[in-house]
């Protein structure tokens, strides 16, 4: 656990869930992608937001100005540089411009194509610039590479939900999967049963939440979640 993570057990968010889990240290020291718990019962005009970890912006403490701009600098003189695009990235990542992320993570990955964790951190960088559909292309690229990493593909579940036009069924198929490799997996327990309320399935998201209750009684999701899976067909 990395000093910026916050600890998701403790948080509930105001928009529906997560946006994505990439953190500075974490993102490049760690190819688990964390992210906070989704949600239900909120807007789809509300799911924007900070991902797991990062601070408020106005409170990010990053490097100054000028060592981010020499970083990206770097990076751009430098293209077949591995390590400066890594950095820059971060340096991007720390600015809360998760669109320029993306531009030296592809870049990046250029380089070393077959490196995991690049492909990994690009797919939250698309994520995190609310690309779904980049993302999970992306993360389904690291799948292909590693079938059990289970937070990769609890985030490929997460691009169903999050796009336009959400897909419930295939976020479903996904947190089911991750949640065959590790039952008490509680990020795809939650996202399940906010899969499942808002599909308006309210059988399965109740016993999706009786998971949840029994894996982590505590967590601070549950009220919300017993809730918003009440009001299905209320309105």
Same mark, same amino acid.
């Given at each position: 656990?990395?000093?910026?993570?916050?600890?998701?057990?403790?948080?509930?968010?105001?928009?529906?869930?997560?946006?994505?889990?990439?953190?500075?240290?974490?993102?490049f020291?760690?190819?688990?992608?964390?992210?906070?718990?989704?949600?239900?019962?909120?807007?789809?005009?509300?799911?924007?937001?900070?991902?797991?970890?990062?601070?408020?912006?106005?409170?990010?403490?990053?490097?100054?100005?000028?060592?981010?701009?020499?970083?990206?600098?770097?990076?751009?003189?430098?293209?077949?540089?591995?390590?400066?695009?890594?950095?820059?990235a971060?340096?991007?990542?720390?600015?809360?411009?998760?669109?320029? /992320?993306?531009?030296? &993570?592809?870049? #990046?990955?250029?380089? +070393?194509? =077959?490196?995991? @964790?690049?492909?990994?951190? !690009? $797919?939250?960088?698309?994520?995190?610039?609310?690309?779904?559909?980049?993302?999970?292309?992306?993360?389904?690229?690291?799948?292909?590479?590693?079938?059990?990493?289970?937070?990769?593909?609890?985030?490929?579940?997460?691009?169903?939900?999050?796009?336009?036009?959400?897909?419930?069924?295939?976020?479903?198929?996904?947190?089911?999967?991750?949640?065959?490799?590790?039952?008490n997996?509680i990020? /795809?327990?939650?996202? &399940?049963?906010? #899969?499942?309320?808002? +599909?308006? =399935?309210?059988? @399965?998201?109740?016993?999706? !939440? $009786?998971?949840?209750k029994?894996?982590?009684?505590?967590?601070?999701?549950?009220?919300?979640?017993?809730?918003?899976?009440?009001?299905?067909?209320?309105?």
């Amino acid at each position: 656990t990395h000093n910026t993570m916050i600890n998701k057990e403790n948080i509930l968010f105001c928009i529906v869930g997560l946006l994505g889990g990439v953190i500075i240290g974490f993102m490049f020291a760690n190819s688990m992608n964390q992210k906070a718990m989704l949600q239900a019962g909120q807007a789809n005009q509300q799911m924007a937001g900070l991902p797991s970890g990062h601070p408020n912006i106005g409170d990010t403490q990053s490097g100054s100005i000028p060592e981010v701009q020499a970083a990206i600098d770097t990076a751009r003189a430098e293209p077949q540089n591995f390590d400066a695009q890594i950095k820059a990235a971060e340096m991007y990542y720390q600015i809360q411009r998760f669109d320029g /992320a993306v531009e030296f &993570l592809e870049q #990046a990955r250029k380089i +070393k194509p =077959d490196d995991y @964790n690049t492909i990994v951190n !690009l $797919a939250n960088a698309y994520f995190d610039s609310n690309k779904y559909e980049e993302a999970e292309k992306t993360y389904q690229l690291a799948i292909e590479k590693k079938p059990d990493d289970i937070n990769v593909r609890t985030d490929l579940g997460l691009t169903y939900v999050f796009r336009p036009n959400p897909d419930y069924d295939k976020a479903i198929n996904e947190f089911n999967g991750a949640l065959e490799k590790n039952p008490n997996h509680i990020q /795809a327990l939650q996202n &399940l049963t906010v #899969a499942y309320t808002k +599909k308006g =399935d309210a059988a @399965n998201a109740t016993a999706t !939440l $009786a998971r949840l209750k029994t894996a982590d009684a505590t967590n601070s999701a549950i009220a919300k979640l017993q809730s918003d899976i009440e009001k299905i067909g209320q309105n």
